[in-house]
C-alpha cells in the first residue's frame, strides 16, 4: 500500500480524500495557491506545499509545480480529485517517469476516452449502443449534410475534442446546416484547438443517466448502479441522485451490463463512469466515459454504503476488486449548494462566508471544505458544499431534503439553496418527470 498520497487539488474533494487516506492509515500531502492558504486541506493534510499564485494555470494546472512537490515531500502516489488535471493524459505519463503511480486509468484509457469520435468507435467494436450517426469525423460540409438528410433532422454537430456541452450545435433544418457546421469547427477550434467534428441523430428531451464503474489491472469490473443527472442547468450539474426514477429493473441491469462491456473491452483501470442517453422510449446510448472521481460519487456511495475514493487506491495499489456487482438498498439525492445569485442568472457570488450552519440529523451528509468566516476565493469553481440526504424511498428522500435545506444557513454571499428548496416542492420533479431541458421551463420564486 501507498505510504504518502499527494491531493493534487483543492475544495471539498481535496478534504474527502484526506479522510480516506486518514483511516486507511495513509500520510497525505497538500498543495495549494497562495488564495487557498486558509483552506482546510491545507490544514488536515500531514504536509502542505504551497505550489503558486491564485491563477490555476500556474498552481493547480501547473504539472512541473506539483512534481516539485512530489520531490520534495517522496510522496508515492497522486490523487488528481476531479477537474484540474484528473483527465490530462500528459500529466498522468509524467507520473509514470517519475515513477510516483497516478490514482487513475492510464494515459492511454484517459486518451481514448477523452476524444469522442475514438471512444464512440471504442463502443461501437465493444457492442455497447451507441446514438446513430457518423462512424468517423465528417470530411466536408457536403457530407454532413447528406448524412442528416439520410437520418433525418433535426441533428446534432459534436466536436471530438468536446465533453460536457462545448462546440455542441443542434441543426433542425437542411437551410441551417452549412452555418452551423461554420460555427460548430470556429468554436471547437478555439476553444480546444481542434476542429474535428461528427454528427448524430438528436434525441429530444433525454435523461442524462451515467453508470459507476470499475475495473482493476487483473481485467475484473464491476458495476455500481447508475445517477440520474438530469437536473442540470447550461451543462452544470445542480442536482443528482440514485437510483433513476425513471429506471425499470430490467433497463438498470441492461444499462449495468453494457457498462462494464466498455469496462472490460479497454481494461479499465480504476474508477470511472459510463454517461448514457436515455429516450423516451427508454431507448440508451453510450454518450461519453469519464476517467475521473466525480462530484456526485457520494449518491452512490450513500446507496451502495461503499468508499469509492478508497476503492481507487486499492485498485491503483494492485489490490483486485471482487467482480461482483453492486445495486442500490437506499435511495439518495445530493444538492450542489453553489455561491451564486440564482435570482440574477446564477452569478457567481464570491465574498466572505460571516456564518455558516451546516444540515445534520440522519440521513444527512454534507461534504463542504467551508466555515463562517472563510474567504471563497474567485479564481475557483463556485461550489461551496454538497448536501447528500439517504432514505429508504425516493419520497422519504425529498422530504428529508427538504427538512436539510431549511436548516441549511449562509450568510455573507448568496447560494443555489433557494433554487433547490423551489425544486424540492416542484411537482414534476417530485413525480419524477424529468430530463435535460427540465431547467429551461422553470420559473424562479421569490423566497418565502
Ligand atoms: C446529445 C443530446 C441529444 N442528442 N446528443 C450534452 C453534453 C454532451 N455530453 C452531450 N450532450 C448532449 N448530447 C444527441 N445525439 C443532448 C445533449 C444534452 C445534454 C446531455 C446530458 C445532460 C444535459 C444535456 C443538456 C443539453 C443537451
Known sequence: MFKKILIANRGEIALRIIRTCREMGIKTVAVYSTADRESLHVRFADEAVCIGPPSSAQSYLEIKRIMAAVEITNADAIHPGYGFLAENAEFAEVCNEYGVKFIGPTPEQIRRMGDKITAKETMIAAGVP????????????????????????????????????????????????????NKARQESKAAFGNDGIYIEKFIEEPRHIEVQVAGDQFGNACHMSERDCSIQRRHQKLVEESPSPFLTEELRIAMGEAAIKATKFINYEGVGTVEFLVDKHRNFYFMEMNTRIQVEHTVT???????????????????????????????????????????????????????????????VRVDTHVYAGYMIPPYYDSMIAKLICRARTREE?????????DEFIVEGVKTTVPFHKQLMRDEGFRAGNFHTGFLEGFDLQPED
Not at 147 to 169: Q, V, W
Not at 397 to 405: E, F, N, P, T
Request: charged fraction near 25%; aromatic fraction near 8%.
Open 130 to 181: 451507441v446514438i446513430p450517426g457518423s462512424k468517423d469525423l465528417l470530411k466536408s460540409v457536403e457530407e454532413g449534410m447528406q448524412l442528416a438528410e439520410d437520418m433525418g433532422y433535426p441533428i446534432i454537430l459534436k466536436a471530438t475534442a468536446g465533453g460536457g456541452g462545448k462546440g455542441m450545435r443542434v441543426v433542425w433544418k437542411a437551410e441551417d446546416f452549412e452555418d452551423n457546421w
Open 301 to 363: 456511495e450513500e446507496v451502495i454504503d461503499f468508499d469509492l475514493i478508497k476503492e481507487q487506491i486499492k485498485i491503483a495499489a494492485g489490490i483486485p476488486i471482487s467482480g461482483q456487482n453492486y445495486f442500490p438498498t437506499m435511495h439518495a439525492i445530493e444538492c450542489r449548494i453553489n455561491a451564486e445569485d440564482v435570482y440574477k442568472d446564477f452569478r457567481p457570488s464570491a465574498g466572505k462566508i460571516t456564518s455558516f450552519h451546516s444540515s445534520k440529523g440522519h440521513g
Open 397 to 405: 428522500c425529498i422530504v428529508k431534503m427538504q427538512r436539510a435545506l
